[in-house]
């Protein structure tokens, strides 16, 4: 109840404002027990000594603090002020009802300490300001008589001074003193700060002695954890390794400890809020007592997953590279002053095409393929095109290392970054010399096949037609022989026969002339 009360945020657990709440919370949870001690002989001996008045104020004193420290609804800045009043108050009275006799000149100099420690060296002197006016109050009570028992019975005026004085310089020591120390550990603190919001990392220390952990505001940002959810460590990064590396990483930790070594390098996948898992690379620095034992151990978080999907996405990549059947080419962009291009990657492929092997072709100039006899041409061509800097397909004659010749269809496009530029040129190839060859003897075909339908059409019906009109002039006669017209009957008939055979023969090698390339496309 005390740490829900007096610690505030625990959102962020690093700087001094975190510090001197935790030291504030620290105060109030050992002071609310421990203030029972005092409080029992206190109250005995204000009673036996008839100092009533003294009796209910520590009383009231005590339950006052552990209300500070335990009632809901009051900032923690009001908190601290309290205290320090309550505090102030005691002191005061313990001053006034018991002297020296008392510890109330040392609550005024432990105030001052407290109050540097709370509010982190904001205002420091204050405290002192406020013990040298209680000395000089307290002076002028003894000076002029103005109390009647106590502490003006205690002290005469000389030695209120000497004591009172000695209490404001180790008040103003101390106000000096901390916040010094307190400024260099803000500045220490604000680099560390600056280095781990400049950083992707999340950096975290383990203190292996008490089994805590401290992190950064990687482990929130990156994934997504709130620090103050963070609890049984030890039990709570276990549960977060993926279950396929939990044995990798602690056996990893296991040697890392039993060897001499101080480095250590893992990686791992972490379990963000989210449920997704992330690609780890924790690199950290053991740090050992003087018997070699590992105490605390200092690393940082790295979130490679981009890294991780990067890699596997090129393999994956120059897996479909290396078995392609299609020759892939990669060249440069920039030409030289004879407009060509150099090669940095062939696959496979290319090497079963063209028989050059890859170490060949790295470094070497496209023109390779071009051969001597139309090279200029071909070039000349394809320049205006790459000079259009958009993707283009070609079919163009290339050359074997072995000075076979044979067609590539070329599909190129540009490789650009991210200002748009282009960088390189890719080249899917293949090799069509095949296909054609199919196309040429197609042509071929056709050509044939309009030969013969032309001579069916003109040649063969030529005779035919005019048999038809001879059977249809002796058609005309007129005669009764009954032989006679079973001839004419059967000479007919068999020529109309053959007038539709040679139509049939004419149509069909028209319509397989139409039909060749569609069905070579396919």
């Known amino acids: 109840m005390v740490n829900r009360n007096c610690l505030g945020n625990t959102e962020q657990l690093h700087g001094l404002p975190y510090w001197s709440n935790r030291l504030f919370a620290a105060i109030m949870t050992y002071f609310l027990p421990l203030c029972l001690v005092t ?31 335990l009632l809901p609804g009051i900032g923690i800045p009001a908190r601290k002020s309290l205290l320090i009043a309550f505090l102030y108050m005691l002191a005061i009275f313990l001053l006034y009802y018991l002297g020296w006799y008392g510890p109330g000149l040392l609550y005024l100099l432990a105030i001052t300490f407290v109050c540097l420690l709370i509010f982190h060296g904001k205002h ?72 781990a919001q400049a950083t992707s990392d999340t950096i975290w220390d383990w203190d292996i002695i008490s089994d805590t952990i401290q992190y950064n505001y990687g482990m929130n940002q990156v994934f997504g954890y709130k620090l103050s959810e963070i609890a049984n460590v030890n039990n709570w990064w276990n549960t977060k390794l ?40 924790d690199r950290a620095l053991i740090i050992r007592d003087e018997s070699g034992k590992p105490v605390r151990v200092i690393g ?46 062939a696959n496979e492929a ?16 496209t023109d390779v393929l071009w051969g001597n006899n ?28 072995n000075g076979e010749r044979f067609w590539s269809s070329k599909s190129i496009s540009p490789v650009k970054d991210s200002a748009g530029k282009t960088t390189h040129w890719i080249s899917i190839e293949r090799d069509v010399t095949q296909t054609k060859n199919h196309v040429t003897a197609i042509e071929k075909q056709n050509i044939k096949l309009k030969e013969i339908a032309w001579t069916q059409a003109h040649t063969v019906r030529t005779p035919v037609a005019r048999l038809i009109g001879l059977v249809d002039l002796l058609l005309d006669e007129n005669t009764q022989s009954t032989d006679y017209d ?29 039909n060749l390339m569609p069905r070579l496309d396919n």
């Not at 109250?43 to 100092?51: L, P, T």
């Not at 991780?308 to 020759?327: F, H, I, N, P």
């Not at 079973?486 to 090698?509: A, P, R, T, W």
């Open 39 to 69: 409080l029992i002989p206190g109250e005995y001996m204000s009673i036996a000594n008839q100092f009533y008045a003294l009796a209910v104020f520590l009383l009231f004193i005590v339950v006052a603090i552990w209300a500070v420290a």
């Open 124 to 195: 420091p002197f204050c405290t002192v300001y406020m013990n040298m006016l209680i000395c000089i109050s307290v002076g002028v009570c003894i000076q002029f008589k103005l109390l009647s028992n106590g502490i003006a019975l205690q002290y005469t005026i000389g030695s209120w001074i000497v004591a009172s004085v000695n209490l404001v310089v180790l008040s103003a020591t101390i106000a000096k003193l901390l916040p010094a120390l307190f400024n260099g550990l803000q500045q220490s603190n604000n680099r560390y700060e600056t280095v």
């Open 242 to 281: 993926h279950p396929d590396d939990a044995e990798k990483v602690t056996g990893g930790l296991a040697l890392a400890f039993t060897s001499k070594s101080n480095h250590l390098q893992l990686d791992y996948r972490f379990l963000c809020a989210d449920g997704k898992y992330k690609h780890i690379l």
């Open 300 to 345: 940082a978080m790295q979130d490679v997953t981009r890294q991780k999907e990067e890699e596997q996405w090129l393999r994956l990549t120059e897996s479909v590279l290396k078995y392609a059947t299609d020759a892939v080419l990669i060249f440069e962009a920039e030409a030289n002053e004879n407009q060509q291009r150099k090669l940095v990657y």
């Open 350 to 365: 290319f090497t079963n095409i063209t028989g050059y092997s890859q170490q060949e072709t790295i470094g070497m100039v």
């Open 374 to 401: 139309n090279a200029a041409a071909a070039q000349n061509n394809l320049m205006t095109t790459f000079d259009q800097q958009a993707a283009f397909e070609v079919e163009v004659i290339n050359y074997k290392k």
């Open 486 to 514: 079973q001839v004419l009957n059967f000479i007919s008939v068999s020529v109309h026969e053959l007038d539709n055979i040679i139509l049939g023969i004419v149509q069909k090698s028209e319509n397989e002339q139409i």
